[in-house]
């Protein structure tokens, strides 16, 4: 068995990198496509339908394989320090991989709206830390133009290579079932990883890795839906906070990949969302985070548009342990407090 050499070298001849891009790795990638057969057993079709566990990667989240590649080109090109805004999983990537690379990391967060998990990861791995007054997209904007104006790289998915890293995450969805799935159902927020995941399939359709490409179907959640209305939203708001984002950067690939692929955006309720995570977890033994769960509450919710046979795979983009607060205050169910520590208490307790 040979081990997994982290994403940039598994797909080097489909990255942009050369024999002297100083590779800065965590192994990231290779993350399980798992089989959700109780979720699949609740569309009333023959369907298959398979989760991309990504947040197995190294920082929880997706965002790893964008990062490797954004801080590996940085450090090639002489970067000293990089920055992004974030709702909390990039600034987690970010950190960790400009630390390892021997770069400083500032990340700009909306004060207030980060998962716990994501600001302790952030901090532990030497991120300096900004907390805003305002939402994502106004850090966006403020971290944009101080990458214009100052000595820092610019990591946030606006990065081209941040896409092109993201863009693994299909490859290894085709390289696991044989070929590209019917539809890929995946959350969206600042529009990267749709984008990502829809430049992948093509590049892997056109090197005959696969003969079909899926569908796009991008799900957004309602207080945060600009894609789906078709408009900014001023003051977005979802619990689903790491896609609270009102304004996508690449909001226009994201239409791109969505037309091309005859796919579609839709939104999802954060009861949609939360029902979705519980189900993830209770009935398939996978903690995801809130935001993750909008791309399974999506595909059960237009899940009458799925064609009978159909192969679904449904992106999960962040571990559950990044946003503990959540999955306690959402949960329907509870503990068991101020048991005696005698054998008969607990037995009885059990209801024996
Ligand atoms: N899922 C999770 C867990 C995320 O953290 C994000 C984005 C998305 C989905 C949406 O991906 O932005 O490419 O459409 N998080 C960013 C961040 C914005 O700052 O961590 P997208």
New binding site residues.
Partial sequence: LKSWPGLIEAYRPYLPVTSDTPVVTLLEGNTPLIPVPAIASRIGRQVRVFVKYDGLNPTG???DRGMTLAISKAKEAGAKAVI????????AAAAAYARRGGMRAFVLIPDGYVALGKLAQALLYGAEVLAIKGN?DDALKIVRDMAQSYPVTLVN?VNPFRLEGQKTGAFEVVDALGNAPDWLCI????????T?YWMGFCQYHQEGKCDRLPKMMGFQAAGAAPIVTGKPVAHPDTLAT??R?GN?A?WEKAIAAQQASQGAFNAVTDEEILAAYRLLASEEGIFC?P??AASVAGMLKVQDQIPNGATVVCVL??NGLKDPDTAIKHCENQFKNGVEPVLSAVAEVMGF
């Fill in positions: 989240s997706f965002k992004c805004a974030s709702t909390g999983n990039t600034s994502f998915s959350p969206v927020g600042n529009a990267g990883n749709i990502a790491a896609i984002i996508p690449s985070e935001a993750s983009t962040g």
